[in-house]
C-alpha cells in the first residue's frame, strides 16, 4: 500500500490524483475503520489515517476528505483564529484543495472564487503572475502549495497584495525546509535535476527559514505563526497536525 501510494504521489499531478483517488479512499475507509484518530474537517473517526507522500508518510491522509496533516491545521486556525466562516468575506482560492473545496463553497457567509492555471477544480483560469481581478477585490486570498511551483513567486505575491483588500488577509504554505536561505536557481529545468535539488519534479525552488521574509519583499505582510503550538497535545496527536508546520499568514501591506 504504502509503495502503491508513493508511486502514485510521484508521477501523477495532485490536481489528476484529487479527481480519481477518491473511489479508491471509500474503499479504503471501510479498512481504517475505527476511533483513534478524528479529522476535524470533516469530523470522522478512523483507526488511523493513510500514509501519504514520498517516503509514504504514516498517518497523514484522510480516506474520507483528502485532507493532510497541513490542511487539518489550517481547518483548525481558520475556526479558533479568524472570522472565516461568519463574516462576510470574498474569497480568492488558488490551487483550491479538494479537502475544502466542496465545504468553502457551501459556506453561506461567503463570496467564494476558486482560480488557477491547470486544476480542472478550479473554476477561473488564470495565471498567479496576473491575477486577472480589480485592485483590492478580495478580502482573503489562499494560496497553498503553490510558490514553489511558479516562475516568480515574488511578483505572485505583489499580485495577491494587490487584489486584497485593505485590511484583507491571506494563508501562503509551501513546503519550507531547515535551509537558511531558500534555495533558487533559474538554469535548472530538468525535471530529474529538479526533484534532485529541489524535492519535486515541478517545483522550481526549495524554500528556507526566510520563507515569510523572501515573500514579505514584494510589499505582502508575511507573518510566521507558529499555531500548533497552542494546541492541547492530546489533540495535535488525534488530529495527527504537522508538530513544525508554520501557519504563513498574510496581509496587505
Ligand atoms: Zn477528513
Redesign the pocket.
Known sequence: MKSLISWTIRYIPRKYLQLFSHIFLRIAAVFYRGNRVR?P??S?SFRKFLPYGRVGRENAL?P??L?LERHRLMWLFLQQKTDFFTKQLKVLHVAPEL?FLKRFEALKNLDYITGDLESPLAKIKMDIHQIPFPDNTFDVVFCNHVLEHVKSDIDACKEINRVLKPGGWGILQSPVYDLDKTLEDTSITDPVERERVFGQRDHVRKYGKDYAERLSTSGLNVREIPFVREIDPHLIHQHALPETEMIYFCSKG
Open positions: 479529522c474537517i470533516c470522522r484522510c474520507n476528505c485532507g479537502c
